[in-house]
């Protein structure tokens, strides 16, 4: 399995980014789906997830109102707008997938496929 995060990089406070997350040679539909991020000293937490369908979906509380999680299983792709960033959401952020369909675990041991990371900096 090959997930393939794109779209990270350097924004001001306030600034918007979108992170894509791509899987080749396999299907992600009976997947859920989610985006993780780590900062420096901190552990891996759950930012936002979606279900199989796209339907349903959920946020952490620090980003609610700002991120916005969508899927195109057609084209087997993942996608993250982040709007209104602040610093405090610099990180390497993971897409990653769960095999199991189940909606869904916050704990990054339950996900099976991941992204390599792309770096989120946001400037103050």
């Known amino acids: 399995v090959q997930l393939q995060a794109s779209g990270g990089g350097l924004v001001k406070t306030g600034g918007s980014l979108g992170l894509s997350c791509a899987a080749s040679?396999?299907?992600?539909?009976?997947?859920?789906m989610a985006w993780f991020r780590q900062a420096p000293g901190k552990e891996r937490e759950i930012v936002t997830v979606?279900?199989?369908?796209?339907?349903?979906?959920d946020y952490v509380e620090s980003v609610k109102g700002r991120f916005t999680i969508s899927r195109d299983n057609a084209r087997n792709t993942l996608d993250l707008q982040m709007n209104s960033l602040k610093p405090e959401d610099s990180a390497v952020y993971y897409c990653?997938?769960?095999?199991?369909?189940?909606?869904?675990?916050?704990?990054?041991?339950?996900?099976?496929?991941w992204g390599q990371g792309t770096q989120v900096t946001v400037s103050s």
């Open positions: 990653a997938e769960d095999e199991s369909g189940a909606f869904y675990y916050s704990e990054p041991n339950h996900y099976e496929y």
């Open positions: 979606v279900n199989w369908s796209g339907a349903s979906t």
């Open positions: 040679r396999r299907t992600l539909i009976d997947s859920t």
